[in-house]
């Protein structure tokens, strides 16, 4: 066989056909697990193999992860060329080539000085600055400068508006000063400098290949540079799923893969209808849910045969208790990913992994719920009331709420009349010299209030900070000022009350919380669990995947429907492609979860659960169907001594005796491949899982 029918050699027909499509823009459009990157990946070695100079090729993937990983498969199957294919984000790949165009480009800010500019300009302002409020921030500026608007563009009119506009202002100000360029800067920089059609025409003829992967989540600026890039006769081959696109809040849109069609003369669609990836079950599930949306194409889709178990509905108590449910699952060693909404979803189980010595790896950038503001300023008044000279943790709080106390040079006068006195800064704030009466009256209560926090338990304290000493009213009036929802602000403490709960005062609280940021700085290699979002899991899969939390207002969550009316829709379809991303990552087994009370509230289920035929049931009826499968034949299997299942009927979910690895559970039943007879099956045993051979 030459190198080129290998290459092919284990595709189905259309995914052959797109890996050696040729002449014009090939678009592959096509549903999850249906083999897109495995084509596009595939299309590089074609090519390699057809004599095109790996110099030639660019490869664009939408993470660093998904660059590396790429990499790494095409480094496996042909090493020599690899390190010459121009391949990463659009960012590093742009970047690559304004340099090589001699342009100076200035020194990058990093995520974490963009991070600290923004977080400045907030505290200047007197805004929460907390990582949440950073990233919200930072994706709006790169919404704006993904669509090419500048801040002096913005027309406002309200408050919240108003206030961005200043922050953005004040951004790109701070980045001039300091002579710095962000990723945005990078597209804009490339748009331009492919301006002159001297310069267009050389890069347009330096790639002769330009391959995108997951290119439903395009923007406007991007598609406009690939468009500049590829107007000459070599080619464009993007692949991606409507179905899939989940970063509209950053200005990215489907709409792109049909705007091919009309920039180009002619293109070539393939459409790819295979799901290779997932069993049946899954397959229809997530195809029940993803239809209910209007704004998409129709596609047909068929999996392979392979059956799997059902689909299976956790319905824990609370949120404690969905994570010892989930955490069970892991001990026979299955790749397993568990998803979430938000981050913050993520505290029960973090807390609950640490405390059952589960090795896990959370993804990077999903920020864990003790750095949130709300969190780090209760820390704080914990941190002040064991620690009365905490001069930090007092500047933090001490206007939360209103005490009226805005000189500048107080918090010196604090400090050094405490060291006159060589007593505590809490022991001088009622006398310090200049106040009014009213602050002096504020200064003595909060020295009360202090006084009487290290007496608590740890959930008592934190609810006092809240509701006696007023930390929700200072919520309440930041909500109003800013326009945020105030029940989303209040959420992270709403959180950290449940996980005081496992902690006898304060002091235990603020271990923890240290101990928690050690375990994830030092994350295991090969962990038995991911945890991350369900943005981060675009394009993975495992073998087993669990997404917790489906809520009413985490699902679609309430911040995301918080839009104009007319595009309340689409942000509610988007949430819909959110789940529906979340599911597709299932390779055999699938959880959906959602506990009866969230944050110690009584709380529904996502609509979209519904859609999918959720129906609430008793815990009880819920929780049996989780602990017994539906479909099992308990008599037979248990008086099996071996397996011997010639002729009989092996379905998933089957228990059955292996006489040397005892109980199992059949997981998958597939044919075998290419003419070989019998079947494979997979089965769950309590040493992990284990893929048997039977005629
Ligand atoms: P997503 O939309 O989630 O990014 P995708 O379309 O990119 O999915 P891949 O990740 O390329 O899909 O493939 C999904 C799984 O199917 C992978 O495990 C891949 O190895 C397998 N696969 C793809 N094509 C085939 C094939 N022809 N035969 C067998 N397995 C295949
Ligand atoms: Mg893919």
């Not at 660093?64 to 121009?86: G, T, V, Y």
């Not at 009331?385 to 939360?400: C, F, H, R, W, Y």
């Not at 449940?498 to 603020?510: I, T």
Request: a neutral charge; one cysteine or more; proline letters at 4%.
């Amino acid at each position: 066989m030459d190198a080129s029918s290998m290459i092919l050699a284990d595709l189905n027909q259309e995914q052959a056909q797109a890996v050696v499509a040729d002449g014009g823009p090939v678009v592959v459009f096509a549903g999850p697990g249906s083999g897109k990157t495995t084509v596009l990946t595939r299309r590089v070695l074609y090519l390699l193999a057809q004599g095109v100079p790996a110099d030639q090729l660019m490869i664009v993937t939408f993470t660093r992860d998904a660059a590396n990983e790429m990499k790494a498969r095409l480094l496996q199957i042909s090493p020599k060329q690899i390190h010459q294919i121009w391949i990463g984000t659009f960012h590093a790949l742009f970047l690559k080539m304004l340099r090589t165009a001699g342009i100076m480009v200035p020194t990058l800010a990093s995520g974490f000085k963009q991070n600290e500019w923004i977080r400045q300009l907030l505290a200047q302002n007197e805004l929460p600055n907390d990582d949440e409020q950073v990233a919200m921030f930072m994706n709006q500026i790169g919404l704006c400068k993904g669509n090419g608007i500048l801040p002096e563009q913005l027309q406002v009119k309200k408050e919240k508006n108003r206030i961005f506009k200043k922050i953005y202002l004040g951004y790109e100000q701070l980045k001039q000063q300091h002579r710095y360029w962000d990723f945005d800067d990078i597209l804009m920089a490339t748009y331009h400098l492919l301006d002159d059609k001297k310069v267009r025409i050389y890069w347009q003829e330096r790639f002769q290949h330009i391959l995108v992967d997951e290119f439903q989540d395009i923007n406007q600026i991007q598609y406009d540079i690939l468009l500049r890039l590829s107007q000459h006769d070599q080619q464009l081959f993007v692949v991606g799923d409507d179905d899939q696109s989940i970063y509209g809040f950053r200005g990215s849109h489907p709409r792109f893969m049909l705007q091919l069609e009309q920039d180009f003369n002619s293109v070539s669609k393939v459409v790819l209808e295979t799901n290779y990836r997932s069993t049946d079950e899954i397959i229809a599930v997530s195809d029940r849910l993803i239809t209910k949306n209007k704004h998409r194409a129709q596609k047909r889709r068929a999996g392979t045969g392979i059956q799997g178990a059902p689909i299976k509905w956790l319905s824990p108590q609370d949120e404690e208790e969905e994570a010892i449910q989930m955490i069970e699952q892991l001990r026979d060693g299955m790749h397993t990913g568990i998803l979430y909404r938000t981050s913050t979803q993520a505290r029960a189980l973090v807390d609950a992994c640490i405390r059952k010595e589960i090795p896990f790896s959370i993804a990077e950038g999903d920020r864990i719920f003790y750095t949130r503001f709300q969190v780090q300023d209760i820390l704080a008044y914990l941190r002040l009331s064991m620690n009365g000279n905490d001069l930090d943790a007092l500047a933090q709080i001490v206007n939360k709420p209103k005490r009226y106390l805005y000189q500048s040079d107080w918090l010196d006068a604090c400090w050094r009349m405490a060291r006159k006195q060589q007593v505590s800064l809490i022991e001088v704030l009622p006398q310090l010299p200049g106040l009014e009466s009213y602050q002096k009256k504020h200064m003595k209560t909060l020295q009360e209030q202090l006084l009487r926090i290290p007496l608590m338990c740890a959930e008592e304290a934190v609810a006092y900070i809240c509701e006696e000493i007023g930390y929700f009213r200072y919520l309440e009036s930041f909500a109003q000022r800013t326009g945020n929802d105030v029940a989303t602000l209040k959420e992270p403490i709403e959180e950290l009350l449940l996980a005081a709960r496992h902690h006898q005062d304060g002091q235990a609280l603020l271990a923890h919380i240290e101990h928690v940021k050690k375990v994830i700085q030092n994350q295991p290699h090969d962990p038995v669990v991911h945890l991350m979002t369900f943005h981060k899991a675009k394009g993975l899969e495992f073998d087993r995947v669990f997404l917790m939390g489906l809520h009413a207002m985490v699902l679609p969550h309430r911040r995301s429907l918080n839009v104009a009316e007319h595009r309340k829709n689409e942000a509610w379809e988007e949430e819909r492609r959110l789940l529906y991303v979340g599911m597709t990552r299932a390779k055999t087994e699938l959880y959906l979860s959602v506990s009866q009370m969230r944050q110690g509230k009584k709380i529904g289920p996502s609509p979209f659960l519904k859609e999918i035929g959720y129906q609430e049931a008793s815990p009880s009826v819920m929780k049996q169907q989780v602990m017994k499968p539906t479909r099992t034949t308990p008599n037979r299997t248990q008086s099996q001594p071996h397996l011997k299942f010639i002729d009989e009927v092996v379905d998933p979910e089957m228990k059955l005796h292996h006489f040397k690895f005892g109980e199992g559970l059949v997981l998958k039943v597939m044919p075998m491949e290419g003419v070989a007879p019998g079947r494979k099956v997979m089965i769950r045993f309590t040493h992990g899982v284990t893929e048997l051979h039977y005629e």
